[in-house]
Structures are given as C-alpha cells and as structure tokens.
C-alpha cells in the first residue's frame, strides 16, 4: 500500500512558516541589519565561483531554519537523487529527466532503460565538435566550393531560446568573421530579416526541432529550402551541404531531405527548455567553438555538483528557491525580476521565461489535484541600467512586492574607460536604496518641502539577492543556468508538481492546425466556433480576398 499523501499545507514546517510569516510581514530590513551588524557578510553562499548576497532579505536565521526543515519534510534530497539516478520523474511523459546527463564527465555511468547514455551523449559532443572545426576551418564547403560564413538557426521555443541566449551571452568569444541569426516565429517577417542580406552559397542552415513536426519550425526549414533552392539554381542536391538537423526524429529529418549523416541526436529524457547544452546547442559552439562549449558544459558540471552534494543551508539553488517560495507563497509576490547588469545577458530574462514558468505554470499536483498555493511566479526583466529608466519606478515604489535578481559580474570583457565602476555603481545602489529606502525624515532634512515629502519617500524593505561572479566566461554561464535550473527543480519538488511536461505548450500546436484550412480554403467554409472566433476568421477572409 503506498503512503498517504501529505499535503503541503498541511506540512509541519509550512505550517510553522505561516504563523512565523505573520511577525515576518512586520519586520524592515532596515532593522534586521541594524541589529545585526554583520548581516551583510554573514547571509552569504559561494559556491564553483559564484557569490550570492541574500542578505537584503525578509528573513532571519528562524526563517531560512523553517524554510530548509521545508525542503526537507517535501523529501527535496530523494527527488534530487531520483533525477541524477534517471528514475522517470517526468511522469505525465513518462520520462527520465536528465539534462544533468549532458554535461556528465566521460567515465560516470547513468542507466536509462537498462542502457548507460553518458557514452552517448559524448559520441554527440564528438561529432559536433568534428563538424564545428570543418565549418570554422572552412573544410567543409557549401554546394558552390565557398566556405560558410553565415549560421541561421531555425527553431523555436527550447530550441530557440537557449541557443539565441547563449549566443548573445557569450559573443564575445564567438567567431567575429561569421554572421549568426536566429528564426523562430511563423510570421515571415522573421525569415526575410534574418536571410535579406545573405547569400545562399555561403549559408548554412540548423533546423533545431525535436519532433521536427513543429508548425513554425517546419515552415521557416520550408521556406529555406526554397530560398536557397531559388539562390543556387535548384539543384536538390544543394540541401546537403547547407543544411543540418538537431533532432529525435530521424525518420521526419530524412524526408524532409537532410542526409542523417548530418543529424545530431538528443533524447526524450532531455525536455526542450533544458536543451541548450545538448546537440540543440550547435550554433552556439559553431560560434564559440568546441573548447569554449565544453568549458561551458564543464561550468554546468560544477553547479550540478554543488546542488547534488551541498548541504541545503549552503546550497545556492536550494537557498534562492526557497526565499523565492517564501515570498511567492506566504508575501503573495507576484512576479520575480531578473537584472542582469551584463548587456551580453540581455536575453537572458527571456530564457528563464521558458524555463521558469513553462516548467512550474502548473495547477495540479504529481497526483493529479488542484493546488491550494501559488506555483511559479511571473519571471521578467531587462538589463541594467536600462531598466532603471523605465520599470524600476513600480519596483521602488510601487504598490507591489517584486523581488529582484542583480547579476554582476567583477570585470568587464572589454574594458572601456569608466564605465564598469559606473555600471557596478548602479546596482550596488539601487539594492541598497530598494532594501533601505529613504524615510520621511532623511527627505525632509535635504529641504524638501512638506507637501512634496509624500511623494519623495522610499519605503524600502523591498527584498533583492545579488549574484556576482568574475567575469562572463562559458563556464560561468553553465553555472548561471545550471543555478536556475536547479532553483526550478527544487521548488517543484516543495509544490509537489511535474516541472517536465508542457501541456499548455501542446495545446498551442493543436488548436491553429484546426484553423488553418478554414484560412487557406478556397471555396466558403462553414465556421464552427464561437461568435466572436467566427466573427474574426470571417473579417480576416473578407480582406484577404478583396
Ligand atoms: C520546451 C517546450 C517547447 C519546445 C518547442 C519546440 O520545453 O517543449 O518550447 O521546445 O515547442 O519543439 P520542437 O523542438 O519539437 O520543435
């Protein structure tokens, strides 16, 4: 017989949390650092070269002890052990999750099915870093004898999200005498941006899907095909050599005509979101190379080892995960703001979108019923400073709690006059002025007048972890997403939900099938949804075939 289940609610610790959270909800940071001195230097965790400031949080030493006997009570440790020993813990798929298989070292062993997929996994880290060095020697030659100097990628969703991230992240170790672009979206727009200024004879084409059934991926590899068919003279033979394949499904990438010779495979145990350091990671270490992509598979590494075997008081993914449940569940915060003060971070906000609230957007539980707390909160941001000139006014002064994620980094990459002590200057001060504020009496005594001081004050105690680390190096973004991951892995395990499947993904592919032969038939078709679906499908038809 299995074990009842305990609800979370009903859990001791959780419990504890809610009576505790009503003293909490009354604290300032302001006096939790007035009355202990060295908060600062204390509320701290290191760990593989990054440091994580938690200070300038709503919590104290009781907090993090109700918030780690938590995780321990949900049996946070056996779920990190079942997802590092392969058990199938996506289990509305049926499915292993292993992403932390990708960067295993060469000799460890992690048995799927009987069968140990590490060898695997490094005899497709091989063949693409044999087709990297071909590509970037100038070996291997497109359909006219000229080299390639052009790399699109075309996928979507994980398959496009991770890659564009990663090679905004790390351009500046990217190979500057070749062109990366990127297309995703269905509106063709996105295509004719991406090709206009390409020619075909030096282009190469990545077609990343894992089924490669997806409507939008399928159609921009389509269109290429016939861009480049078009370009070069129509000889299909030119496929060959300007296109490659990331995929599971080697059978659909043959008919659409790419030589499986040229398929980099992954597997199902890896889920889209969690694929950047697989084969779907190919136009990245076509523009960093094979080295820089395994020093960043080697930064993943060291995360994975941190959150396996660290203590849960240290342990930098458990630490961010369970303030991020203490405000999300007990505050009610809505939303977690992520500030890279790196532009080269710039579209990481949007890579933890993905990941963030595609795997933890859930409502029911592993068993299949409706929660009775909040899953994952709204992830967004932008870099800094730039957000500081926009959005930043709500975060200081709003009415809502947003807590913050500052990213900073010592050095700068390329180092321009004084703009990196500026750009640290900056979020050094605005963590410091969203924990601390500013109170009517400080705004009062710079001579401003009372009628303004309303207006001017800052209340402060808006809570904020800071991340810092060297510089951004490939390792260190391994580390930075592995964090993430990680984070996500242990706060669906404390809400007890399947952070592996997509569900609502799924539906999205389903319902524009539906729709699309009532927009391309030629002949009047009867229109069987709601009024106002039928009323828009009706309108669009009138002008396109006026
Ligand atoms: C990721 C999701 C989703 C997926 C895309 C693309 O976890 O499942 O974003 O990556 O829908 O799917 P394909 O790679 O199969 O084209």
Known sequence: MSE??????????????????QTARTWHLRELFGTDPKRGERLTAEAAGLFLDYSKNRVTDETLKLLVELA???????????MFRGDKINITENRAVLHVALRAPKDASIVVDGKNVVPEVHAVLNKMADFCNRVRSGGWKGYTGKRIRNVVNIGIGGSDLGPVMAYEALKHYSERAMTFRFVSNVDGIDFVEATRDLSPAETLFIVSSKTFTTLETMTNAQSARNWLLRGLGGDKSTVAKHFVAVSTNAQKVSEFGIDPANMF??????????SMDSAIGLSTMLAIGPDNFRAMLDGFRQMD???RSTPFERNLPVLMALLGIWYNDF??????????????????????QQLTMESNGKHVTLEGTPVDYDTSAVYWGEPGTNGQHSFYQLIHQGTRL?????IAFDQALTPLGRHHDLLLANVFAQSEALAFGMTAEQVKAEGVPDWLVPHRVFEGNRPSNTILAERLTPDVLGKLVALYEHIIFTQGAIWNIDSFDQWGVQLGKVLAQRIVPELESKTAVELKHDSSTNNLIRRYLKMKRA
């Open 4 to 21: 009842p289940i305990t609800l979370l609610t009903q859990r001791k610790a959780w419990k504890a949390l809610a009576a505790h959270y």
């Open 72 to 82: 321990a009570e949900c049996g946070l440790r056996e779920r990190i052990d079942a």
């Open 402 to 406: 947003i807590p913050c994620d500052f």
């Open 305 to 307: 080892e941190h959150f």
């Open 331 to 352: 505050f009610g915060a809505q939303t977690v703001a992520v500030l890279p003060y790196e532009q080269y971070l710039k579209r990481f906000p949007a890579y933890l």
């Open 265 to 274: 495979g992954f597997w199902d145990w890896v889920g889209g979101r969690y």
